[in-house]
């Protein structure tokens, strides 16, 4: 069922949606290179300036002109952090440039930090990282004689999120490896906007499969892609 036929207090084009976004926000981003990515909202994204001077936390910034690597070319990212920024080439020439300010994390500690933000936790210690430049300007401690270094929690003031399947109250079921950092980063921002592939209404989805509540969203936007042949690819009008 399309968002045509299916009112709803939450649901917004993609446009609508991106206009709650403001000039030098940071967005929390899901995905993981393309999988679970929240492609129409960035593309909304990129059709407009007035919400520049991005930083985008995200595992990565997806490809060379897609996903987030989209809003790479069209300069509405000033800072990203992450994980694996080397799959896109134009992310290693922005920040060789200047043009990109770029601040790494560890995958597990990324998911991690984002997780404690989420529940209200202000920081934790961990061993990754301890005697690497990551670990530069960060608190260290001592426990049962091993070093740590102390990470902090990471919110944001929006996050951008793709689930298969929602109902109109804005309750999420994911598909497969779209579970990647999407569920965690719902439960870490202020505003929280779901993009799905389908939207139907409450009593339809099966309560054991809906991962993320819908008192964690607050926009619903319909997905402009669909699923072909494994890859995502824009709908025919």
């Not at 500690?109 to 300007?137: H, S």
């Amino acid at each position: 069922m399309t968002m045509h036929s299916i009112t709803s207090s939450k649901l917004k084009t993609p446009e609508e949606a991106i206009d709650l976004i403001q000039d030098g926000d940071t967005l929390l981003v899901g995905g993981f290179g393309l999988c679970g990515t929240p492609l129409t909202l960035i593309d909304a994204i990129a059709m407009q300036t007035k919400a520049m001077n991005l930083t985008v936390i995200s595992n990565n910034l997806g490809e060379a002109g897609k996903g987030l690597g989209k809003l790479l070319r069209t300069g509405h990212i000033k800072k990203a952090v992450g994980s694996y920024f080397t799959s896109n080439r134009d992310a290693v020439k922005a920040w060789k440039n200047g043009e990109l300010e770029i601040e790494l994390i560890p995958q597990g500690t990324l998911a991690e930090a984002i997780r404690a933000g989420g529940a209200g936790i202000a920081g934790f210690y961990i061993k990754t990282g301890v005697g690497t430049e990551l670990a530069k300007g960060k608190e260290e401690r001592i426990f049962n004689g091993e070093r740590y270094i102390l990470i902090e929690g990471i919110t944001a003031k929006v996050a951008l999120i793709k689930a298969w399947k929602a109902d109109t109250l804005g309750n999420l079921i994911y598909s497969k490896s779209a579970r990647n950092f999407n569920p965690m980063m719902a439960t870490a921002a202020e505003l929280v906007i779901a993009e799905v592939d389908e939207i139907v209404p409450v009593g339809e989805l099966d309560p054991e499969r809906i991962v993320t509540p819908h008192n964690y969203i607050d926009v619903i936007v319909e997905s402009r892609y669909e699923k072909s042949g494994g890859i995502y690819v824009e709908k025919k009008s």
